[in-house]
């Protein structure tokens, strides 16, 4: 997997929790946003990267599907 090139944002307290979880079972990027898609959350790869990269704020909706695609308790992703 590639490595993160730019630094961490302070936009949200949940992109550096999420990207370690997605790479601990091994899912791509591309792949996880897929896998929104079809639980229905509407989401492109740019503003999902800027999301896993604390460059914008994530909403209440996107980390209750994260959180449901990744199998944890959204207490987890913070």
């Known amino acids: ?4 090139k730019k630094e961490f944002g302070t936009a ?4 550096k ?3 370690r979880l997605r790479k601990e079972r091994g899912i791509s990027q591309k792949k996880f946003i897929e896998l929104l898609q079809l639980a229905g959350l509407d989401i492109n790869p740019t503003s999902y990267s800027k999301l896993e990269g ?3 704020i994530a909403t ?3 980390i209750y599907t994260i959180a449901q695609v990744l199998g944890v308790d959204m207490a987890s992703l913070f």
């Not at 997997?1 to 993160?4: G, Q, T």
């Not at 949200?12 to 992109?15: P, Y």
């Open 1 to 4: 997997m590639k490595l993160r």
């Open 60 to 62: 209440d909706k996107e």
């Open 54 to 56: 604390q460059l914008r």
């Open 17 to 19: 929790n999420i990207e």
């Open 12 to 15: 949200n307290c949940v992109g």
